[in-house]
Every structure is written in C-alpha cells, then in structure tokens.
T-cell receptor, first 114, second 111 residues
Framework: EAGVTQFPSHSVIEKGQTVTLRCDPI?????LYWYRRVMGKEIKFLLH????????ESGMPNNRFLAERTGGTYSTLKVQPAELEDSGVYFC????????????FGAGTRLSVL | QKEVEQNSGPLSVPEGAIASLNCTYS??????FFWYRQYSGKSPELIMF????GDKEDGRFTAQLNKASQYVSLLIRDSQPSDSATYLC???????????FGRGTQLTVWP
C-alpha cells in the first residue's frame, strides 16, 4: 500500500511568485492534514480536511494560503504570492475515518522562497 | 497557547545503552500522545502511541505517560546505530484532530 505522497519534494521560487504543493493521501483515508515546519521551530498545524470539507483551517497563517481537496482525494496547497517567511517544509498527513489520531505523514515539500 | 516541550538535545548514547527521551505538554485535556521518528529528509514515522497512564511496550520501545504530571517519555532499550534519528513528541488536543509537536530531539547512537 502506497503511503502519503507529496509533490514536489523541493521547490525554489522567488518572492511574489505562486507555488502549488500537492498531497496524495493513503487511499481510503478521509482525513487529510497540512502541517508546516519553519527552520528552528516545531511542526505546526495548518488545516484539516474531512473528505472535501475543511474541518479546521484555524492554523492557516493568512489569506495568501489556499487549500483545496476536490473530490475528497488529493489536496493542493497554493501560496500566492509567496513571501520569504513562507520558506519551510510543508508536510501532509492522512488518517482513516474515526482514527483521526493515527496520522501518517508524507516526506514533505521543502519550499525555499528567495 | 498549547505547547509541547522536549528535552533539549542532541542526545548521544553508546550502542546497547538505554536512550531516554522526554516530553511535557501544557494542555491538561490532551487525549492521545505519540512518538514519531524522522530520518533526515524522510517522513515522520509513527513508532508509538499511548492513551492511558502507565507504560506501553513494543519491542525495544517503551512509552510512558503520566497525565497528572503532563509528562510523556520514550525509552529505547538496546539502542542501535539505526536508531539515530530525530524523535518528535506529538500530542492530540482535547478537540479536533490536529497534533501539537515538540521541536524534536536528535538522537545519535554510536557504535
């Protein structure tokens, strides 16, 4: 069984550009989470989807971040326009319905904004 | 502000020793507690979870939880060089599904 897959593994963009990160959860997992780790800090929650609905987006830093999960399968996280402080590693995790505590993580996308 | 604090590292132990990793959390309503292991550039891998006070053992790993003290720990017995990684403590809050993470402790097991 495939794990959580994230694309790209690394993205380097200039300030002001747009970047879209993608996450493919484990097949059949209804819960999908986005987290972010900026350098020197802990991994922090961004938002939580249950199927295609946003259950909790209280961790999103500002309106430059837009997450979608069309059809309740894969999810995208768009940053537009990117700022220097958006640099970090963006992790996606997924879990089964009713087992939101057991979250499986992808390897992350390392975003560098120059 | 819900916080998870881990003992500062890095931690270095010889092969065969016991590695002890510690974590405290601020939210008394926390329900679930997790230890993830992360090798450099790889995904965090869940290695232990614990819900009730006491000890939970799985192979060489033992998780310990004390809710009164808001403390959770991970013991690794007979440490191996392959255990060298960053260990992340994570706590699930009293509501919703999000996890709160500590900054991680880097463990090195030297032969």
């Amino acid at each position: 069984e495939a794990g959580v897959t994230q694309f790209p593994s690394h993205s380097v963009i200039e300030k002001g550009q747009t970047v879209t990160l993608r996450c493919d959860p484990i097949s059949g997992h209804d819960n999908l989470y986005w987290y972010r780790r900026v350098m020197g800090k802990e991994i922090k929650f961004l938002l939580h989807f249950v199927k295609e609905s946003k259950q909790d987006e209280s961790g999103m830093p500002n309106n430059r971040f837009l997450a979608e999960r069309t059809g309740g399968t894969y999810s995208t996280l768009k940053v537009q326009p990117a700022e220097l402080e958006d640099s970090g590693v963006y992790f996606c995790a997924s879990s089964q319905e009713g087992r939101g505590d057991i979250q499986y993580f992808g390897a992350g996308t390392r975003l560098s904004v120059l | 502000q819900k916080e998870v604090e881990q003992n500062s590292g890095p931690l270095s132990v010889p092969e065969g020793a016991i590695a002890s990793l510690n974590c405290t959390y601020s939210d008394r309503g926390s329900q679930s507690f997790f230890w993830y292991r992360q090798y450099s550039g790889k995904s965090p891998e869940l290695i232990m979870f614990i819900y009730s006070n006491g000890d939970k053992e799985d192979g060489r790993f033992t998780a310990q939880l004390n809710k009164a003290s808001q403390y959770v720990s991970l013991l690794i017995r007979d440490s191996q060089p392959s255990d060298s990684a960053t260990y992340l403590c994570a706590v699930r809050g009293s509501t919703l599904g999000r996890l709160y993470f500590g900054r991680g402790t880097q463990l090195t097991v030297w032969p």
